[in-house]
Structure formats: structure tokens, C-alpha cells
């Protein structure tokens, strides 16, 4: 059965400090996606990253880096030199190809970026 | 600037009562998507819409109904709200395909509380 498991539910740091969020996920399936998502006090999800399950590269985006690794079912998201802009709930979700409509998300990891 | 809007905020309702959520996106997507979010269990998909008039249910349907009518709305409809559809709802879209690509484009959601 397809899962993603957040082990952290709330993280606190000290702006500039970097944080990692961790992402497990589960699925029988060999073609897969996962993504992050964003979601800061209005509510309202933003899309961060889209990664499919060829690809292995790790991605940087400005201070926002990801790390995939198949070995470890692991997708973990790096925020470097953290702001309090960052404060926000983030999400990473799973669809498989054979049901590519659905994501399934993690319960979400809660980040506080204190000044 | 492309919006997806949730007809309220929030709402408070009373056990029994008939609930409607509008969801409306204005940039001509095919796919829709109502989700369920909860402490601690992330987001769950409740229905979703790949054209007009077609519905797929999700994972948690029970007690839910949709409507798509028109291209550019998406109802969620509670036939007879209990206080377990206490919740933030949150509406969603993406373009044709999209939702291979998981860019979901989120509303600011709908907190309803039922008494």
C-alpha cells in the first residue's frame, strides 16, 4: 500500500539555522512521483517540487534543496539559512502511475523560523 | 493572477443541515479536486472531476456528494452534516494532465464546523 510518513510534526529554529524535513515513503509501484508542498498561514498549498522516480539528482532552488533516495525511500527537503518567511506547514505526497490522479500526502511537518 | 476561490472561509453549521462548498478556478482547468484536511492525518481526497459532469470518488467519499456543471466550478455537497465532517476544506485544480505532474493549484480553503 502506498504510504508517506513525516516523522516530524513540529520543528523550531533560529532564523539563519538550517533545517531538514524528512520524507518516507512507501509503494510497490517502480514509476512514481513525489512532491513537496508548502503551506504558510493563509492556507493555502503552494506547489515546491515535482520529483519522478528515474530521477535520482538531487535539486537545489535557491536556499530550498531536496535529496531523493531510492535506497532509503527517503525525499528529504533542506531549507539553508532559514527565515521567518519559511514558517509554514510542508507536505510531501505520493501518486503512482497507475493512479497518477491521487496524491497521497504525509501529515505534515510544521516549521517555526524564530527572528 | 490565476486563483482557485473558496466560497467561504468559514462556516458553522448544525448536525443535519445540508452543506454546500463552491470551489471556482478561473484558469480553465480540466481537473478538480476536493480534499479533507485534518490534524495529524494530512490531506485526504474526498472526489475529484476530470471534465464537466464526471466525478471519481477518493478515498473518504461516504457522506459527500459533488456537482461539476460547469467547466470552472466544483461543489462539495454534505447531505446531512455530522459533527466527524468538522474539517478544512480544501478545493483544488489542475490543467489537463496536471495531475501527472502534481502541480496542484490549492483555494485558501473552508473550515466548517458542524454542531
Known amino acids: 500500500a502506498q504510504k508517506v510518513t513525516q516523522a516530524q510534526t513540529e520543528i523550531s529554529v533560529v532564523e539563519k539555522e538550517d533545517v531538514t524535513l524528512d520524507c518516507v515513503y512507501e509503494t510497490r509501484d517502480t514509476t512514481y512521483y513525489l512532491f513537496w508542498y508548502k503551506q504558510p498561514p493563509s492556507g493555502e498549498l503552494v506547489f515546491l517540487i515535482r520529483?519522478?522516480?528515474?530521477?535520482?539528482q538531487n535539486e537545489i532552488s535557491g536556499r530550498y534543496s531536496w535529496n531523493f533516495q531510492k535506497s532509503t525511500s527517503s525525499f528529504n527537503f533542506t531549507i539553508t539559512a532559514s527565515q521567518v518567511v519559511d514558517s509554514a506547514v510542508y507536505f510531501c505526497?505520493?501518486?503512482?502511475?497507475?493512479?497518477?490522479?491521487?496524491?497521497?500526502f504525509g501529515s505534515g511537518t510544521r516549521l517555526l523560523v524564530r527572528p | 493572477d490565476v486563483k482557485v476561490t473558496q466560497s467561504s472561509r468559514y462556516l458553522v453549521k448544525r448536525t443535519g443541515e445540508k452543506v454546500f462548498l463552491e470551489c471556482v478556478q478561473d484558469?480553465?482547468?480540466?481537473?478538480m479536486f476536493w480534499y479533507r484536511q485534518d490534524p495529524g492525518l494530512g490531506l485526504r481526497l474526498i472526489y475529484f472531476?476530470?471534465?464537466?459532469?464526471?466525478?471519481e470518488k477518493g478515498d473518504i467519499p461516504e457522506g459527500y456528494s459533488v456537482s461539476r456543471e460547469k467547466k470552472e466550478r466544483f461543489s462539495l455537497i454534505l447531505e446531512s452534516a455530522s459533527t466527524n465532517q468538522t474539517s478544512m476544506y480544501l478545493c483544488?485544480?489542475?490543467?489537463?494532465?496536471?495531475?501527472?505532474?502534481?502541480?496542484?493549484?490549492f483555494g485558501e480553503g473552508s473550515r466548517l464546523t458542524v454542531l
Open positions: 483544488a485544480s489542475s490543467a489537463e494532465g496536471g495531475y501527472n505532474t502534481g502541480e496542484l493549484f
Open positions: 505526497a505520493l501518486s503512482e502511475e497507475d493512479s497518477s490522479y491521487k496524491l497521497i
Open positions: 484558469m480553465d482547468h480540466e481537473n
Open positions: 472531476s476530470y471534465d464537466v459532469k464526471m466525478k
Open positions: 520529483r519522478n522516480s528515474f530521477d535520482e
